[in-house]
C-alpha cells in the first residue's frame, strides 16, 4: 500500500473539511455540550481539538514555506491539552467561528503550496520538512485526513466510520500498522476486496469483516456494521490487543 499523492490527497482535505464544517453549522448549544464517542469528551471538546490541530497543522505549513520548522502545538502536548479544556465549554456560535476559521487557515495553507513536480527532489512544498513526526509537509496533510476524517465520526453526528471511503480506510492499514504487537501478524480480509497483512511477528491472526469495520477497530473506535471477526488456525478467536496509537512526536526508530 501507498499513501495518496498531493493531488489525491487535496481535494480529500477539502472533503474532510467540508464535512466538519457542515456538521459544526447544525449543532445547537446543548448539542456541543452532549457526550462525543470519545470517553470523558464532550462535542465540545472535540470541536475544540478540530480546530487546535487545523491551526497546529497550518503552523506547520506557514514556517515550512520560508524553510523553517516549529513544533507541533504552542506549548507542546501540555498547551494543547490546556487549549482543549478551555474552549470545550464555549457555545456554538464560538465553536462555529474557530472551527471554520482554523480549517480555512489550513486549507488556504495547503491549496498555496507549489505543484508536486520535482518538489521531492528540491524539498520544498508538499516535500519540505515540518517537525510533525520529523516528516515532510505531505505527512502533515495525511495526518490532517485522519484527524478531520475520524473525529468527524466521533461528533456523533451521522459520519461514523461506516462512511469511510476505501482509499482511507487503505491508508488507515498502512499508517496504524504501527499498532500490530511484535509477536503478531494480522491477515486483513476486507469483504470483497483482496487480503493484505500487517505486522511481522509468527502469532498469525486473520481479521475479517467490512473494510471500514476492520479500519475502526485498527483506529479504536467502534466498528459500526457488525461484521467484525477474528480466526487462528480456523477458530473464532478474540481481537488481538493493539499497541497505542503511533505518537505523533519525531520518532527515532521505524514506526
Not at 170 to 176: G, I
Not at 178 to 194: F, I
Not at 220 to 237: F, I, M
Request: overall charge negative; proline content about 7%; charged content about 20%.
Amino acid at each position: 500500500m501507498t499513501a495518496p499523492a498531493p493531488d489525491e490527497l487535496l481535494p480529500a482535505l477539502h472533503k474532510a473539511a467540508a464535512d466538519v464544517a457542515a456538521d459544526v453549522a447544525r449543532f445547537s448549544d446543548e448539542d456541543v455540550r452532549a457526550p462525543s464517542a470519545l470517553p470523558g469528551w464532550t462535542r465540545g471538546h472535540v470541536l475544540a481539538h478540530l480546530a487546535g490541530i487545523s491551526n497546529a497543522m497550518a503552523r506547520q505549513l506557514e514556517y515550512a514555506a520560508r524553510g523553517e520548522t516549529i513544533e507541533l502545538y504552542d506549548g507542546g502536548m501540555d498547551g494543547r491539552n490546556k487549549a482543549i479544556d478551555m474552549a470545550a465549554g464555549h457555545d456554538a456560535a464560538t465553536h462555529l467561528a474557530d472551527v471554520t476559521a482554523a480549517l480555512a487557515r489550513v486549507m488556504k495553507a495547503f491549496d498555496a503550496l507549489p505543484g508536486i513536480k520535482d518538489s521531492s527532489a528540491h524539498r520544498t512544498g508538499w516535500y519540505a520538512p515540518i517537525a510533525y513526526r520529523g516528516g515532510v509537509v505531505l505527512d502533515g496533510g495525511l495526518a490532517l485526513w485522519r484527524e478531520l476524517v475520524i473525529h468527524t465520526s466521533d461528533l456523533l453526528a451521522g459520519r461514523g466510520p461506516e462512511t469511510w471511503s476505501r482509499p482511507f480506510c487503505e491508508h488507515l492499514f498502512d499508517f496504524l500498522a504501527a499498532r500490530v504487537q511484535p509477536d503478531d501478524r494480522l491477515v486483513l480480509q476486507p469483504l470483497g476486496l483482496p487480503p493484505l497483512s500487517i505486522g511481522s511477528g509468527n502469532r498469525s491472526t486473520v481479521i475479517s469483516g467490512m473494510i471500514t469495520d476492520i479500519a475502526a477497530w485498527l483506529a479504536g473506535r467502534e466498528p459500526t456494521l457488525g461484521s467484525l471477526r477474528a480466526s487462528a488456525a480456523a477458530d473464532g478467536v478474540d481481537l488481538p490487543t493493539l499497541l497505542p496509537w503511533p505518537s505523533g512526536t519525531p520518532a527515532t526508530t521505524k514506526d
